[in-house]
């Protein structure tokens, strides 16, 4: 796409008013007429954005998607994701015979986990989707200290059903990374939307750069509610062998260096506090060298396994708040 840049002269009016002209161009592209009304929005670089939709975000975009192309319901169900985190307002899935079961429950399986979209039309062979969510009603920082929310207390949990051997839950902790999974997309949409229209993200009282700082620690949340994951699968594969106690108390303690690094993180974030992001950066050496410290012998060959991979989902946790503490950092500066 080319990009030109024209110039204009300031010129000054009535004595306090300063004028330029518009773009001849520009103005026949979009219609305007005389006594229309442009929005004028102040930039924090100091640019000047003129636009003539003062309701940009009403605007809807739709995607239209044929299931004939998609007869693996994991693609479909990528595809559904990718264009709800894209922005798209508006979802239509079209077939040219009658849904098959397992991409109805696709389907159902997306509205499900996204937030916002809602079935508005369905018939055997169309379904319209749109969604509901102004970005404005769901804003980052709430959504971020959500996410905290559930991946620690699904890190907690997966330590206790390891430490207790309660296979329920390490069960439950593996239904809840939807949960994490759901907000993850959420913010990933909200950024996307934010990036490609100007006036939503300055609705949404976010700069770009804390949009994308946004996106990164809840990736890095995701990933981590993702290891606990990892740690209650790992325990139930544990189910017919017994953990010698010794092994499960440093295990645990490596799990609690993990948490309070995960903590002072959001800690950091809440208080803007860049000394408490580089003392927790710092903090990671301890956690590895505990992690490394640790060791077990048994006779069979599973059990080894297991161990050895919830005592790296433990240390990858650190290390992401480390990730996240990173970000702060580069937030504040």
């Given amino acids: 796409m080319s990009f030109h840049i024209e110039t204009r002269k300031v010129q000054k009016t009535g004595g306090s008013s300063f004028i330029i002209s518009l773009p001849k161009p520009w103005i026949e592209q979009h219609r305007i007429e005389k006594n229309d009304t442009l929005a004028i929005i102040s930039q924090p670089d ?18 239209e998607i044929m299931t004939d192309d998609f007869q693996d319901e994991n693609f479909l169900f990528r595809v559904l994701i990718g264009a709800y985190i894209m922005g798209f307002s508006i979802i239509i899935i079209r ?14 399986e997306f509205i499900q ?27 980052f920082e709430k959504t971020i200290r959500r996410m905290y929310i559930l991946a620690g207390g699904m890190f ?28 993850h997309y959420l913010i990933m949409r909200q950024v996307n939307m934010a990036l490609s229209d100007i006036i939503i ?6 700069t770009l750069e804390g949009a994308v700082n946004f996106q990164q620690i809840s990736r890095f949340l995701e990933r981590i509610a993702d290891h606990a994951v990892k740690i209650s699968k790992n325990v139930l594969n544990l189910i017919n062998y017994s953990v010698d106690e010794k092994l499960k108390n440093e295990i645990e303690a ?6 309070d690094l995960l903590n002072r993180s959001l800690d950091a974030w ?19 060298s505990t992690t490394e410290k640790i060791s077990f012998n048994t006779n069979n060959v599973e059990s080894p396994v297991a161990i050895g991979y919830i005592l790296e989902s433990i240390r990858r946790t650190g290390e992401y708040a480390g990730d996240i503490s990173e970000i702060i950092i580069n937030n504040l500066i």
């Fill in 46 to 63: 100091g640019n000047l954005l003129i636009t003539p939709q003062l309701e940009r975000e009403k605007l809807t975009k739709t995607k």
């Fill in 95 to 108: 077939s040219s015979k009658k849904f098959e079961p397992h991409i109805k429950d696709c389907i159902r």
């Fill in 156 to 183: 907690t949990d997966s330590i206790n059903a390891f430490k207790t051997g309660n296979m329920k839950l390490a069960e439950e902790v593996i239904k809840s990374d939807n949960d994490v999974d759901r907000l």
């Fill in 113 to 139: 986990v996204a937030i916002g979209p809602e079935i508005e039309e369905e018939s055997d062979n169309f379904i319209k989707i749109r969604d509901l969510v102004n970005p404005k009603e769901m804003p």
């Fill in 201 to 206: 993200y300055q609705k949404m009282d976010v």
């Fill in 270 to 288: 809440l208080q803007k506090n860049i000394v408490l992001a580089n003392e927790n950066i710092e903090a990671i050496e301890n956690l590895i």
């Fill in 254 to 259: 490596a799990s609690k260096l993990s948490l």
